[in-house]
């Protein structure tokens, strides 16, 4: 009975966080994708896709599909945005489950799913949807039928490995089939099986990936020709890794410190796995039972680490095999494992989560403070229940995964419900609409003038419109005061420019949270953090006569 209510008490803590997270404000890349989802579902496109009335060609068209269906059936919300793209990245966990149970059967299955559901990763890209979470699914489903095909030969194993491989590729680009080419290619040449690697019967399969693909494809060559599909399958690729289109990060360790906190509260197991991974492999070579999760983790892991472009949910994606490997490494110790070993490994785990702890208290209690006593009593409640674990009579799978699945729950339950919502208040682009949307007669147009964020697209109850110079601005003004987002430089150019005249504007206290720092974290330094952005309500000298 116990173990059926802590059980309980932990999917609901996650579940609670997962809710909460719908309702937070959209900030940097997810304000950009919920503006084309808009004009997706305003529009009726799906095929041409647009931000700022501009051709856009940087993202693949499922993740905007399926925002716009929650559009078209409950209006624009940030969890309208989100609520589609999140149910579709929760059969992640499902895939994750198959994946393990394919590879080492039911309970390192379990485990993975457990693992990727209550890491801190998945954690944070369910609130801060990008189109990884949609690609972190279909990759995860080519790979878990990859691996049922090349076991069983079964041809609806390939077929659907193929359609999830275009569905990856329509989720973000080439990667969404380098990913499983990289699992598949490894697999095949590590166990020396060439028939197979070089068989034929591939063909068909590119094939089906490049049909199901196709929407992409159309859009791109509609609005840029043959280029948005040099685009998408090379500049797109290869210009983050060269930084020649995007990303200047040249720290090659960037993603094995992230992962440190990524990866949380699994972090050990996850660092013990890699290693008898890596032990395993050098011992038994192509005695090994499967490579799919070796090269579907470190060629584009390497790949991605020596890139220009980094973001942490690049490595999104490699995280359910990631986890499988993890799984399996630990399932092997509590099957085989001393009492010696279990204890070590209980004390190393229970470290970690008593480290977890302190930084639930110190966010609590000190970064984002709040007078709300339901978080003391639930901080109470998951510790108490963290004791009931270790203390009573649970077996060692139990107290090994438990405590820490519900300490991470809690801090995301925390960071989304109170936290966040409080951080993403220093937003200047939301407060901005909300003034404009109270304020604004219905032909007021408004303008995003040197301001690099995009959330005002999506937010503003009219199209927003990209200025790039203020020389553009007659011919596209009706014969109304207009309005205007901008940064101290842009307010300058404005107030120098003999043909504007400013009617009122805005001081804003402003932090974009895609790029929040330790000085904005730390609640001494919060306010040295902040910039200014202005919304100015103007007028022409034409307007004004």
């Known amino acids: 009975m116990k173990q059926t209510l802590i059980i309980a008490f932990a999917i609901l803590l996650a579940l609670t966080a997962y809710y909460f997270g719908l309702f937070i404000d959209l900030t940097g890349d997810s304000g950009k994708y919920a503006a084309i989802a808009r004009h997706v579902f305003e529009s ?87 189109t990884d979470l949609i690609l972190v699914t279909n990759v995860t489903l080519a790979i878990w039928q990859l691996a049922a095909y090349l076991k069983t030969q079964k041809t609806s194993n390939f077929i659907f490995a193929f359609v999830a491989i275009g569905l990856a590729m329509m989720s973000k680009g080439a990667i969404g089939a380098a990913i499983p080419a990289f699992a598949l290619g490894t697999h095949l040449i590590a166990k020396r099986d060439f028939k197979q690697l070089f068989h034929p019967k591939w063909i068909p399969g590119i094939l089906i990936a490049l049909l199901t693909a196709t929407p992409a494809f159309l859009g791109l060559i509609n609005q840029f020709g043959l280029e948005g599909i040099k685009f998408f399958f090379i500049t797109n690729n290869v210009g983050r ?22 990866f949380l509260p699994w972090t050990f197991f996850l660092i013990r796995g890699v290693v008898l991974e890596f032990r395993q492999i050098l011992r038994e070579g192509k005695d090994k039972s499967e490579y799919l999760t070796t090269g579907g983790i470190w060629i584009f892991f390497i790949i991605a680490s020596l890139s220009k472009g980094k973001a942490p949910h690049y490595i999104f994606m490699l995280i359910p095999m990631f986890m499988v490997i993890t799984a399996k490494w630990l399932v092997e110790a509590l099957e085989k494992g001393s009492p010696k070993r279990i204890k070590q490994l209980l004390f190393a785990q229970n470290t970690l989560n008593t480290l977890l702890l302190l930084f639930i ?19 109470i409640l998951s510790l108490a229940a963290c004791l009931l674990v270790l203390k009573s009579g649970f077996g ?10 519900i300490l991470i729950s809690t801090l995301a339950v925390f960071l989304n419900s109170s936290a966040l919502p409080k951080a993403f208040s220093y937003q200047a682009s939301t407060k901005a609409a909300k003034i404009y949307n109270e304020n ?82 730390l609640p001494s330094s919060r306010e040295r953090s902040l910039d200014t952005v202005y919304l100015i309500e103007a007028k022409t000298n034409e307007q004004i006569q």
């Open 44 to 130: 009726g496109d799906c095929i041409n896709l647009r931000i700022h009335a501009e051709p856009y060609d940087q993202k693949p068209p499922l993740l905007f599909w399926l925002s716009a269906l929650g559009f078209e059936l409950w209006g624009l919300h940030n969890w309208s945005f989100k609520i589609f793209p999140l149910l579709y990245g929760f059969l992640s966990i499902f895939f994750t489950y198959q994946l393990g149970k394919t590879l080492y059967g039911k309970q390192t299955g379990t485990l993975a799913a457990i693992f990727l559901s209550t890491s801190e990763i998945y954690f944070l890209y369910t609130m801060d949807v990008h």
């Open 241 to 262: 890794i060269t930084g020649e289109y995007a990303g200047s990060n040249s720290d090659p360790f960037f993603y094995l410190h992230s992962s440190l906190y990524l």
């Open 361 to 379: 208290g110190i966010a609590m209690f000190y970064l984002f403070p709040t007078q709300k006593i339901i978080y003391p009593i639930l901080l």
């Open 396 to 405: 060692k799978n139990y107290k090994l995964i438990l405590p820490g699945a």
């Open 440 to 521: 604004a007669a219905p032909a007021e147009k408004i303008f995003s003038y040197h301001y690099p964020q995009y959330e005002i697209f999506f937010y503003a109850k009219s199209d927003a419109i990209q200025l790039y110079s203020l020389h553009d601005l007659p011919k596209l003004l009706p014969e109304e005061k207009f309005w205007l987002l901008t940064t101290e430089a842009g307010k300058d150019s404005i107030q120098s420019n003999p043909d504007l005249k400013i009617i009122a504007e805005h001081p804003l206290k402003n932090r974009g949270m895609n790029r929040a720092g330790l000085q904005f974290i």
